[in-house]
């Protein structure tokens, strides 16, 4: 592969990975679809889990850190199916997602919607809350 990527144009190199991440963002949303099926069917603790994200990382070899965002996502798309309509529309990213998990409730969860788009992984993790943030 890297030999071919090589020989392609700059163009089509840009092109080419473009593509690659387009993909790349559906096959995350199937793969999220498909945790939070294995989350309502209770499967890993069938498997003897304490909880998802160590199933998501023994079973699929996924990291810790990606395990935890992709079982904490998946809670919350169930119940709020918004959070993936705004992940498929590139409004907001799984991580975000994991972070507002514990926290989207019934109540806030149209202010939830209107502090995710466009705010950066380091803007939401920032411990001090901003004014006017739900979370």
């Known amino acids: 592969m890297d030999i071919v990527l090589k020989t392609l144009s700059s163009n089509d190199l840009v092109c080419h990975v473009k593509s690659l991440i387009a993909a790349q963002k559906k096959y995350e949303i199937e793969i999220l679809h498909g945790i939070a099926e294995i989350k ?51 409004k907001t990213h799984i991580s ?21 788009p466009g705010k950066s992984q380091r803007g939401s993790c920032h411990p001090e809350r901003s004014e006017g943030s739900p979370i």
């Open 96 to 116: 975000h997602i994991a972070l507002v998990a514990n926290r989207i409730s019934q109540a806030n969860q149209v202010e939830i919607y209107k502090f995710l």
């Open 40 to 90: 309502r069917r209770r499967l890993y603790v069938n498997f003897g889990f304490a909880n998802l994200a160590d199933y998501c990382q023994e079973v699929f070899g996924l990291s810790e850190d990606v395990s935890w965002k992709r079982s904490r996502a998946a809670m919350a798309i169930g119940p709020y199916p918004k959070l993936l309509e705004m992940l498929k529309e590139g």
